[in-house]
Protein backbone atom coordinates (compact mmCIF):
# COMPACT_ATOMS: atom_id res chain seq x y z
CA UNK A 1 0.00 0.00 0.00
CA UNK A 2 1.10 3.68 -0.69
CA UNK A 3 0.88 6.64 0.95
CA UNK A 4 -0.02 7.96 -2.75
CA UNK A 5 -1.04 7.14 -6.19
CA UNK A 6 -0.46 9.57 -9.05
CA UNK A 7 -1.69 8.99 -12.55
CA UNK A 8 1.00 10.76 -14.93
CA UNK A 9 3.84 11.82 -14.87
CA UNK A 10 4.49 14.85 -16.42
CA UNK A 11 5.40 18.04 -14.96
CA UNK A 12 2.57 18.30 -12.26
CA UNK A 13 2.39 14.36 -10.98
CA UNK A 14 6.35 14.71 -11.19
CA UNK A 15 6.47 17.81 -8.60
CA UNK A 16 4.00 15.99 -6.66
CA UNK A 17 6.11 13.00 -6.14
CA UNK A 18 9.40 14.59 -5.57
CA UNK A 19 8.02 16.69 -2.27
CA UNK A 20 6.00 13.54 -1.08
CA UNK A 21 9.40 11.63 -1.24
CA UNK A 22 11.25 14.45 0.16
CA UNK A 23 8.92 13.76 3.16
CA UNK A 24 9.50 10.70 3.32
CA UNK A 25 6.10 9.16 1.90
CA UNK A 26 6.14 5.77 -0.16
CA UNK A 27 4.70 6.92 -3.86
CA UNK A 28 3.81 5.27 -7.50
CA UNK A 29 3.69 7.30 -10.41
CA UNK A 30 1.96 5.41 -13.08
CA UNK A 31 3.26 6.88 -16.45
CA UNK A 32 1.91 6.10 -19.80
CA UNK A 33 5.11 6.10 -21.59
CA UNK A 34 8.64 5.96 -20.40
CA UNK A 35 11.21 8.50 -20.13
CA UNK A 36 12.83 10.24 -22.03
CA UNK A 37 9.70 10.83 -24.45
CA UNK A 38 8.53 14.08 -26.35
CA UNK A 39 5.82 15.92 -25.56
CA UNK A 40 3.51 18.53 -27.49
CA UNK A 41 4.87 21.59 -25.76
CA UNK A 42 6.49 24.98 -26.30
CA UNK A 43 8.85 24.19 -24.22
CA UNK A 44 9.21 28.07 -23.03
CA UNK A 45 8.87 27.91 -18.90
CA UNK A 46 8.34 31.17 -17.14
CA UNK A 47 11.01 32.02 -14.22
CA UNK A 48 8.03 31.68 -11.71
CA UNK A 49 9.87 27.75 -11.06
CA UNK A 50 13.49 28.44 -12.07
CA UNK A 51 14.18 29.06 -8.28
CA UNK A 52 12.32 25.80 -7.15
CA UNK A 53 13.57 23.46 -10.42
CA UNK A 54 17.22 24.74 -9.31
CA UNK A 55 16.41 23.97 -5.60
CA UNK A 56 15.50 20.53 -6.12
CA UNK A 57 18.50 19.70 -8.21
CA UNK A 58 18.41 20.56 -11.73
CA UNK A 59 21.46 22.58 -13.15
CA UNK A 60 19.53 24.32 -15.95
CA UNK A 61 22.91 26.06 -17.21
CA UNK A 62 24.29 22.44 -17.41
CA UNK A 63 21.65 21.31 -19.44
CA UNK A 64 21.58 23.97 -21.90
CA UNK A 65 18.63 25.93 -21.00
CA UNK A 66 18.33 29.09 -23.14
CA UNK A 67 17.39 32.10 -21.18
CA UNK A 68 14.96 33.87 -22.70
CA UNK A 69 13.61 38.03 -21.65
CA UNK A 70 12.49 39.10 -25.30
CA UNK A 71 8.88 39.11 -26.23
CA UNK A 72 7.65 39.25 -30.20
CA UNK A 73 3.96 39.28 -31.17
CA UNK A 74 2.76 38.96 -35.47
CA UNK A 75 -0.33 39.62 -36.62
CA UNK A 76 -1.99 37.00 -39.01
CA UNK A 77 -0.61 39.55 -42.02
CA UNK A 78 2.39 39.60 -40.05
CA UNK A 79 2.49 43.53 -38.73
CA UNK A 80 4.72 43.01 -35.65
CA UNK A 81 5.21 43.94 -31.66
CA UNK A 82 8.18 43.42 -29.42
CA UNK A 83 7.89 43.74 -25.76
CA UNK A 84 10.76 42.79 -23.30
CA UNK A 85 9.57 40.02 -20.70
CA UNK A 86 9.91 41.22 -17.65
CA UNK A 87 10.47 37.73 -15.45
CA UNK A 88 11.25 36.20 -18.54
CA UNK A 89 12.12 32.78 -18.76
CA UNK A 90 13.86 29.73 -20.01
CA UNK A 91 14.14 27.30 -23.25
CA UNK A 92 14.55 23.66 -22.56
CA UNK A 93 12.68 20.41 -24.06
CA UNK A 94 10.05 18.47 -22.57
CA UNK A 95 12.40 14.80 -23.19
CA UNK A 96 15.73 16.62 -21.33
CA UNK A 97 13.51 18.09 -18.46
CA UNK A 98 10.91 15.82 -17.50
CA UNK A 99 13.59 13.14 -17.62
CA UNK A 100 16.03 14.75 -15.31
CA UNK A 101 12.45 15.44 -12.88
CA UNK A 102 12.44 11.35 -13.23
CA UNK A 103 15.85 10.59 -12.32
CA UNK A 104 15.44 12.85 -9.37
CA UNK A 105 12.21 11.33 -8.21
CA UNK A 106 13.74 7.82 -8.60
CA UNK A 107 16.67 9.03 -6.16
CA UNK A 108 14.25 10.16 -3.98
CA UNK A 109 12.61 6.49 -4.22
CA UNK A 110 9.98 7.08 -6.18
CA UNK A 111 8.46 3.82 -8.09
CA UNK A 112 7.49 3.90 -11.00
CA UNK A 113 5.07 1.95 -13.31
CA UNK A 114 5.99 2.68 -16.76
CA UNK A 115 4.46 2.19 -20.03
CA UNK A 116 0.96 1.66 -18.37
CA UNK A 117 -2.11 3.33 -18.15
CA UNK A 118 -5.21 3.31 -15.89
CA UNK A 119 -8.27 0.73 -16.42
CA UNK A 120 -10.16 1.31 -13.37
CA UNK A 121 -10.31 3.21 -10.05
CA UNK A 122 -12.17 2.62 -6.90
CA UNK A 123 -12.07 4.16 -3.01
CA UNK A 124 -13.08 1.32 -0.29
CA UNK A 125 -13.34 3.05 3.08
CA UNK A 126 -9.57 5.05 3.02
CA UNK A 127 -7.93 3.20 0.33
CA UNK A 128 -7.59 4.01 -3.31
CA UNK A 129 -7.06 0.62 -6.03
CA UNK A 130 -6.09 1.30 -8.91
CA UNK A 131 -5.71 -1.26 -11.92
CA UNK A 132 -3.47 -0.30 -14.77
CA UNK A 133 -3.61 -2.67 -18.07
CA UNK A 134 -0.20 -4.39 -17.02
CA UNK A 135 -2.79 -6.55 -14.95
CA UNK A 136 -1.60 -5.31 -11.37
CA UNK A 137 -3.92 -3.14 -8.19
CA UNK A 138 -2.14 -1.15 -6.57
CA UNK A 139 -3.18 0.38 -3.36
CA UNK A 140 -3.10 3.89 -1.76
CA UNK A 141 -4.07 6.34 0.57
CA UNK A 142 -4.42 9.13 -1.68
CA UNK A 143 -5.09 9.51 -5.60
CA UNK A 144 -3.83 12.32 -7.97
CA UNK A 145 -4.88 12.82 -11.54
CA UNK A 146 -2.09 14.33 -13.33
CA UNK A 147 -2.43 13.13 -16.54
CA UNK A 148 -2.58 16.29 -18.57
CA UNK A 149 -5.18 17.19 -21.15
CA UNK A 150 -5.80 13.87 -22.24
CA UNK A 151 -9.43 13.02 -22.15
CA UNK A 152 -9.24 9.38 -21.62
CA UNK A 153 -8.62 9.00 -17.72
CA UNK A 154 -11.86 11.67 -17.33
CA UNK A 155 -14.15 8.81 -18.92
CA UNK A 156 -12.88 5.85 -16.75
CA UNK A 157 -13.47 8.17 -13.91
CA UNK A 158 -16.41 9.06 -15.46
CA UNK A 159 -15.33 12.89 -14.52
CA UNK A 160 -18.08 15.21 -16.92
CA UNK A 161 -16.01 17.82 -18.92
CA UNK A 162 -17.98 20.56 -20.29
CA UNK A 163 -18.11 21.20 -23.93
CA UNK A 164 -15.92 23.32 -25.64
CA UNK A 165 -17.25 25.57 -28.80
CA UNK A 166 -13.66 24.88 -30.72
CA UNK A 167 -11.65 21.52 -30.85
CA UNK A 168 -7.81 22.50 -31.14
CA UNK A 169 -4.85 20.24 -31.86
CA UNK A 170 -1.24 20.56 -30.65
CA UNK A 171 1.80 20.21 -33.28
CA UNK A 172 5.07 20.03 -32.59
CA UNK A 173 8.72 19.94 -34.11
CA UNK A 174 12.90 20.61 -33.24
CA UNK A 175 14.22 22.36 -36.10
CA UNK A 176 17.52 24.07 -36.34
CA UNK A 177 17.59 27.87 -37.91
CA UNK A 178 19.32 30.90 -37.44
CA UNK A 179 17.02 32.85 -34.62
CA UNK A 180 18.12 34.57 -31.30
CA UNK A 181 18.24 32.83 -28.42
CA UNK A 182 17.25 35.01 -26.04
CA UNK A 183 13.41 35.72 -27.53
CA UNK A 184 10.32 33.87 -28.18
CA UNK A 185 7.84 34.66 -31.16
CA UNK A 186 4.41 34.36 -31.24
CA UNK A 187 2.87 34.37 -34.41
CA UNK A 188 -0.84 34.23 -35.39
CA UNK A 189 -2.50 32.73 -37.83
CA UNK A 190 -6.02 31.89 -39.01
CA UNK A 191 -7.10 29.52 -36.23
CA UNK A 192 -4.16 29.62 -34.17
CA UNK A 193 -0.90 30.40 -33.29
CA UNK A 194 2.46 29.25 -33.76
CA UNK A 195 5.37 29.71 -31.01
CA UNK A 196 9.35 29.70 -31.72
CA UNK A 197 12.08 29.95 -29.08
CA UNK A 198 15.57 28.18 -28.32
CA UNK A 199 15.59 25.05 -26.33
CA UNK A 200 19.05 23.17 -25.47
CA UNK A 201 22.02 21.92 -28.06
CA UNK A 202 21.40 24.78 -30.58
CA UNK A 203 17.63 23.51 -31.47
CA UNK A 204 14.48 25.59 -31.33
CA UNK A 205 10.78 24.23 -30.47
CA UNK A 206 8.90 25.67 -33.08
CA UNK A 207 4.87 24.44 -31.52
CA UNK A 208 1.42 25.60 -32.47
CA UNK A 209 -2.35 25.13 -31.68
CA UNK A 210 -4.62 25.18 -34.37
CA UNK A 211 -7.99 24.94 -34.71
CA UNK A 212 -8.67 21.57 -36.00
CA UNK A 213 -10.80 22.75 -37.86
CA UNK A 214 -8.15 24.40 -40.27
CA UNK A 215 -7.46 20.45 -41.49
CA UNK A 216 -10.66 20.36 -43.46
CA UNK A 217 -10.45 19.23 -47.17
CA UNK A 218 -6.50 19.41 -46.81
CA UNK A 219 -4.31 16.27 -47.44
CA UNK A 220 -2.63 16.40 -43.86
CA UNK A 221 -0.48 18.65 -41.84
CA UNK A 222 1.68 19.74 -44.71
CA UNK A 223 -1.22 21.17 -46.97
CA UNK A 224 -2.44 22.74 -43.81
CA UNK A 225 0.56 24.54 -42.76
CA UNK A 226 1.37 25.69 -46.58
CA UNK A 227 -2.08 26.80 -47.13
CA UNK A 228 -2.64 28.38 -43.76
CA UNK A 229 0.31 28.85 -41.42
CA UNK A 230 2.01 30.46 -44.63
CA UNK A 231 -0.19 33.39 -44.93
CA UNK A 232 2.06 34.64 -41.98
CA UNK A 233 4.93 35.74 -43.89
CA UNK A 234 7.26 34.71 -40.64
CA UNK A 235 5.62 31.88 -40.10
CA UNK A 236 6.15 30.80 -44.32
CA UNK A 237 9.93 32.09 -43.63
CA UNK A 238 10.28 29.79 -40.96
CA UNK A 239 9.26 26.42 -42.10
CA UNK A 240 10.83 26.89 -45.60
CA UNK A 241 14.29 27.75 -44.14
CA UNK A 242 14.10 25.58 -41.12
CA UNK A 243 16.13 22.03 -41.28
CA UNK A 244 13.32 19.98 -39.19
CA UNK A 245 14.95 17.59 -37.08
CA UNK A 246 11.85 15.01 -36.43
CA UNK A 247 10.77 12.20 -38.94
CA UNK A 248 7.13 13.61 -38.17
CA UNK A 249 5.74 15.70 -36.07
CA UNK A 250 4.64 15.58 -32.61
CA UNK A 251 0.60 15.93 -32.53
CA UNK A 252 -2.16 15.74 -29.89
CA UNK A 253 -5.32 16.11 -30.43
CA UNK A 254 -8.85 17.51 -27.94
CA UNK A 255 -6.70 20.16 -26.42
CA UNK A 256 -9.56 21.69 -24.44
CA UNK A 257 -9.71 24.80 -22.00
CA UNK A 258 -13.12 24.77 -20.20
CA UNK A 259 -13.25 24.80 -16.35
CA UNK A 260 -12.87 21.32 -14.88
CA UNK A 261 -13.03 20.45 -11.55
CA UNK A 262 -10.42 20.35 -9.02
CA UNK A 263 -11.20 17.27 -7.06
CA UNK A 264 -13.21 14.58 -8.78
CA UNK A 265 -14.74 11.25 -6.40
CA UNK A 266 -11.68 12.51 -3.85
CA UNK A 267 -8.88 12.21 -6.56
CA UNK A 268 -7.21 15.51 -6.12
CA UNK A 269 -6.33 16.98 -10.01
CA UNK A 270 -3.33 19.19 -10.26
CA UNK A 271 -1.59 20.74 -13.96
CA UNK A 272 -4.05 20.58 -16.69
CA UNK A 273 -5.92 17.99 -15.30
CA UNK A 274 -7.64 20.80 -13.12
CA UNK A 275 -7.35 23.18 -16.18
CA UNK A 276 -4.86 24.50 -18.83
CA UNK A 277 -3.98 27.82 -19.48
CA UNK A 278 -3.97 28.68 -22.96
CA UNK A 279 -0.34 27.93 -24.17
CA UNK A 280 0.16 31.77 -25.74
CA UNK A 281 0.22 32.65 -21.99
CA UNK A 282 3.23 30.64 -21.62
CA UNK A 283 3.09 29.47 -18.27
CA UNK A 284 1.08 26.30 -18.07
CA UNK A 285 4.33 24.11 -16.96
CA UNK A 286 4.71 26.84 -14.05
CA UNK A 287 1.33 26.07 -12.87
CA UNK A 288 1.25 22.47 -13.38
CA UNK A 289 4.47 22.62 -11.08
CA UNK A 290 3.53 25.48 -8.59
CA UNK A 291 -0.13 23.26 -8.49
CA UNK A 292 1.71 19.91 -7.72
CA UNK A 293 3.94 21.74 -4.77
CA UNK A 294 0.62 23.24 -3.35
CA UNK A 295 -1.09 19.66 -3.22
CA UNK A 296 1.56 17.82 -2.18
CA UNK A 297 2.39 20.34 1.25
CA UNK A 298 -1.55 19.78 1.71
CA UNK A 299 -1.36 15.82 1.19
CA UNK A 300 1.53 15.89 3.25
CA UNK A 301 -0.71 17.49 6.31
CA UNK A 302 -3.39 14.93 5.26
CA UNK A 303 -0.77 11.80 5.83
CA UNK A 304 0.60 13.24 9.09
CA UNK A 305 -2.98 13.78 10.04
CA UNK A 306 -2.87 17.13 10.90
CA UNK A 307 -6.14 17.39 8.63
CA UNK A 308 -8.98 15.35 7.27
CA UNK A 309 -9.93 14.19 4.04
CA UNK A 310 -13.12 16.68 3.28
CA UNK A 311 -10.34 19.63 4.85
CA UNK A 312 -7.32 18.65 2.34
CA UNK A 313 -10.20 18.79 -0.65
CA UNK A 314 -11.44 22.01 0.72
CA UNK A 315 -8.23 23.86 1.10
CA UNK A 316 -6.85 22.41 -2.20
CA UNK A 317 -9.93 23.97 -4.74
CA UNK A 318 -9.56 27.41 -2.15
CA UNK A 319 -5.38 27.92 -3.01
CA UNK A 320 -5.94 26.72 -6.00
CA UNK A 321 -8.76 29.38 -7.27
CA UNK A 322 -6.78 31.69 -5.39
CA UNK A 323 -3.83 31.21 -7.30
CA UNK A 324 -4.43 30.37 -10.62
CA UNK A 325 -8.49 30.56 -11.45
CA UNK A 326 -8.06 34.34 -13.07
CA UNK A 327 -4.91 33.84 -14.66
CA UNK A 328 -6.99 31.33 -16.90
CA UNK A 329 -9.59 33.13 -17.23
CA UNK A 330 -7.34 36.16 -18.46
CA UNK A 331 -5.90 33.46 -20.55
CA UNK A 332 -8.91 32.17 -22.27
CA UNK A 333 -10.09 35.75 -22.89
CA UNK A 334 -6.81 37.15 -24.82
CA UNK A 335 -7.16 33.86 -26.74
CA UNK A 336 -10.30 35.35 -28.30
CA UNK A 337 -8.23 38.20 -29.94
CA UNK A 338 -5.47 35.55 -31.38
CA UNK A 339 -5.66 33.48 -34.29
CA UNK A 340 -8.26 36.24 -36.61
CA UNK A 341 -7.34 38.28 -39.16
CA UNK A 342 -8.62 41.45 -37.82
CA UNK A 343 -8.78 41.28 -33.88
CA UNK A 344 -4.87 40.40 -34.02
CA UNK A 345 -4.33 43.36 -36.47
CA UNK A 346 -6.36 45.96 -34.24
CA UNK A 347 -4.72 44.48 -30.79
CA UNK A 348 -1.02 44.81 -32.26
CA UNK A 349 -1.71 47.99 -33.17
CA UNK A 350 -3.23 48.76 -29.97
CA UNK A 351 -0.42 47.79 -28.41
CA UNK A 352 2.02 49.22 -30.42
CA UNK A 353 0.74 52.80 -29.68
CA UNK A 354 0.69 52.32 -26.29
CA UNK A 355 4.17 50.30 -25.13
CA UNK A 356 3.35 49.64 -21.26
CA UNK A 357 0.10 47.69 -21.89
CA UNK A 358 2.09 44.65 -23.39
CA UNK A 359 4.12 44.12 -19.97
CA UNK A 360 0.69 44.54 -18.07
CA UNK A 361 -1.08 42.07 -20.45
CA UNK A 362 1.82 39.50 -19.91
CA UNK A 363 1.68 40.03 -16.18
CA UNK A 364 -2.21 39.70 -16.49
CA UNK A 365 -1.32 35.93 -17.05
CA UNK A 366 1.53 35.38 -14.94
CA UNK A 367 1.71 34.66 -11.19
CA UNK A 368 4.47 34.85 -8.48
CA UNK A 369 7.86 33.31 -8.47
CA UNK A 370 7.10 29.87 -6.31
CA UNK A 371 8.25 30.22 -2.46
CA UNK A 372 9.25 26.81 -1.49
CA UNK A 373 10.80 27.33 1.62
C1 LIG B 1 0.34 23.54 -28.20
C2 LIG B 1 0.74 23.78 -26.77
C3 LIG B 1 1.86 24.54 -26.49
C4 LIG B 1 2.24 24.77 -25.15
N1 LIG B 1 3.34 25.55 -24.90
C5 LIG B 1 3.68 25.82 -23.62
C6 LIG B 1 4.83 26.62 -23.31
O1 LIG B 1 5.59 27.05 -24.19
N2 LIG B 1 5.08 26.90 -22.01
C7 LIG B 1 4.31 26.42 -20.99
O2 LIG B 1 4.61 26.70 -19.83
N3 LIG B 1 3.24 25.63 -21.24
C8 LIG B 1 2.91 25.32 -22.53
N4 LIG B 1 1.84 24.50 -22.78
C9 LIG B 1 1.12 23.92 -21.64
C10 LIG B 1 1.96 22.79 -21.01
O3 LIG B 1 2.39 21.88 -21.97
C11 LIG B 1 1.12 22.06 -19.97
O4 LIG B 1 0.42 22.99 -19.18
C12 LIG B 1 1.97 21.16 -19.06
O5 LIG B 1 2.62 20.18 -19.82
C13 LIG B 1 1.10 20.52 -18.00
O6 LIG B 1 1.81 19.54 -17.29
P1 LIG B 1 1.01 18.29 -16.69
O7 LIG B 1 1.97 17.59 -15.81
O8 LIG B 1 -0.28 18.74 -16.14
O9 LIG B 1 0.65 17.42 -17.96
P2 LIG B 1 1.61 16.67 -18.98
O10 LIG B 1 2.95 17.27 -19.01
O11 LIG B 1 0.83 16.58 -20.26
O12 LIG B 1 1.77 15.22 -18.34
C14 LIG B 1 0.73 14.29 -18.28
C15 LIG B 1 1.34 12.90 -18.26
O13 LIG B 1 0.31 11.95 -18.06
C16 LIG B 1 0.57 10.83 -18.90
N5 LIG B 1 -0.71 10.15 -19.12
C17 LIG B 1 -1.74 10.57 -19.88
N6 LIG B 1 -2.74 9.69 -19.83
C18 LIG B 1 -2.32 8.69 -19.02
C19 LIG B 1 -2.91 7.48 -18.58
N7 LIG B 1 -4.11 7.09 -19.01
N8 LIG B 1 -2.21 6.67 -17.73
C20 LIG B 1 -0.96 7.02 -17.34
N9 LIG B 1 -0.35 8.17 -17.73
C21 LIG B 1 -1.03 8.99 -18.56
C22 LIG B 1 1.18 11.41 -20.15
O14 LIG B 1 1.95 10.47 -20.86
C23 LIG B 1 2.03 12.54 -19.57
O15 LIG B 1 3.37 12.16 -19.31
C24 LIG B 1 1.45 24.24 -24.09
C25 LIG B 1 0.33 23.46 -24.38
C26 LIG B 1 -0.03 23.21 -25.70
C27 LIG B 1 -1.24 22.39 -26.00
Known amino acids: MYD ?6 GLGGLTVAIELARNKFTVLIIEKHAYPFHKVCGEYISNEVRPYLEHIGLDLAKLGASTINRFMLTSVRGTTLFSPLKMGGFGISRYTLDYELYKIAVNLGVHFELNASIEETQ ?15 FQSRILIGSYGKRAKVDRIIQRPIPKQQTSYMGIKYHISLDFPKDLIALHNFKGGYCGISAIEDDKLCLCYLSATANLKN ?17 LKEIFTKAEFLFKKPEVINEVVFVSKSK ?10 SAGLITPLAGNGMSIAIKSGFMAAKLIT ?9 AELEKLYISNWNTNFRNQLWR ?16 AITLLNSLP ?3 PLVIRSTHGKILQYI
Open 4 to 9: AIIIGG
Open 123 to 137: RINETFFVDTNTNKT
Open 218 to 234: KTGIKQMEEDILYQNPF
Open 263 to 272: VHENIIMVGD
Open 301 to 309: EFLYDNINR
Open 331 to 346: GRQLQKLFGKERTSEV
Open 356 to 358: ALM
